[in-house]
């Protein structure tokens, strides 16, 4: 195997420089990098990560820990993180916290083999994630956050995107109107619930108890709460929907249409998040778009700093989404 003092010798320099050169350092001449780097070339050279991490304690691998993946928003946050962390030349393990994900996570950070954890699906309930900050690991959350948890957080403002499609509903002229919840385990559907509440009393909308049924960020989920409240409400059912997901608003969509109703004509629906099937002819979802390329190129850079800084201050990033309107609400525009 070619080790860098072979790169040396071959190129005339010290091994001090092939490292220069490996890492990219500006202290390097042209010519000495050029040459370096055709021997590199030569002799098909690798770097010895585990050597390196030895020397360095650092392994430049990063946990990224999601929940079902079968929910097509969690494809779409890893693939953003994905490319910011290639872009960092940071190599990325995988767990599903609906399994021993999170177990496996710790035990890797207690093992040295990740230099840090990217929760996306963070709750308070989390008995790893809280091992994880005890133990002063470096974590950062993405998309869901937990108030109050002594780490980095990155997230949307939830609460606000709902409102905002409540005050839609209301410029639009309904008044008597729905809501498909989410689980009360995660902030992200606690905040929308919340937010969308609030800006039903704000504007005037009616949301009745009995226009009102919990789902669990699934199209089933979401479907078996949209029959719900069309069975509970009949000829009064509400003329616009919120829904706290895209994947459940999918659910919720092919519930009305079950029952008869037709969407926008009937019905309006939004959903929340943007995911890129809601955008499809097929469905044509008005929702809500999180920033997710920005939230994840925030989290990975809050992440290498703490990795570099333990002590440093503690931030948390919120974002302002987007209300995108299509057919599901008849393609008119929100209010500015």
């Avoid at 230099?115 to 308070?124: H, V």
């Avoid at 905040?191 to 800006?199: E, F, L, S, V």
Wanted: one cysteine or more.
């Amino acid at each position: 195997m070619v080790t860098a003092r072979d790169v040396a010798r071959l190129a005339g320099v010290s091994q001090a420089t092939v490292s220069r050169v490996l890492h990219d350092h500006d202290s390097v001449s042209e010519d000495t990098r050029a040459r370096v780097l055709l021997v590199l070339a030569e002799t098909g050279y690798q770097p010895n990560v585990a050597a390196r991490a030895m020397r360095t304690n650092r392994t430049d691998t990063i946990g990224l820990i999601v929940d079902d993946v079968t929910n097509p928003f969690y494809p779409e946050l890893i693939k953003a993180l994905t490319k910011e962390l290639d872009r960092a030349e940071l190599r990325m393990i995988l767990w599903n916290s609906a399994g021993p994900g999170e177990s496996a996570a710790l035990q890797a950070i207690d093992q040295r083999l990740i230099d840090g954890l990217l929760f996306t699906t963070a709750t308070a309930r989390s008995a790893p994630l809280a091992s994880a900050i005890r133990r002063g690991a470096p974590v950062v959350l993405v998309n869901r956050g937990v108030p109050g948890l002594p780490c980095d957080q990155v997230d949307s403002d939830n609460a606000d995107g709902a409102a905002r499609v409540a005050a839609y509903f209301a410029a639009a002229g309904h008044r008597r109107v729905g809501l498909v919840g989410g689980p009360e385990s995660a902030s992200t559907a606690r905040d929308r619930m919340a937010g969308y509440r609030r800006g039903c009393a704000e504007y005037g909308l009616e949301l009745a108890e009995d226009c009102v049924a919990n789902g669990d960020f699934t199209h089933d989920g979401g479907q078996s709460a949209m029959h719900t409240i069309l069975e509970r409400t009949g000829r009064n059912h509400p003329t616009a929907v919120f829904c706290t997901n895209d994947f459940s608003a999918f659910g919720a969509l092919d519930a009305i249409r079950t029952h008869g109703l037709a969407v926008p004509e009937q019905v309006w629906v939004s959903g929340y998040d943007d995911i890129a099937m809601a955008a499809w002819g097929a469905f044509s979802l008005s929702t809500v778009r999180q920033q997710l390329s920005d939230m994840a190129q925030i989290a990975v850079t809050l992440l290498r700093e703490r990795i570099g800084s333990p002590d440093r201050a503690l931030v948390h990033h919120r974002f302002r989404n987007e209300l995108v309107a299509r057919r599901t609400t008849a393609h008119v525009e929100p209010p500015a």
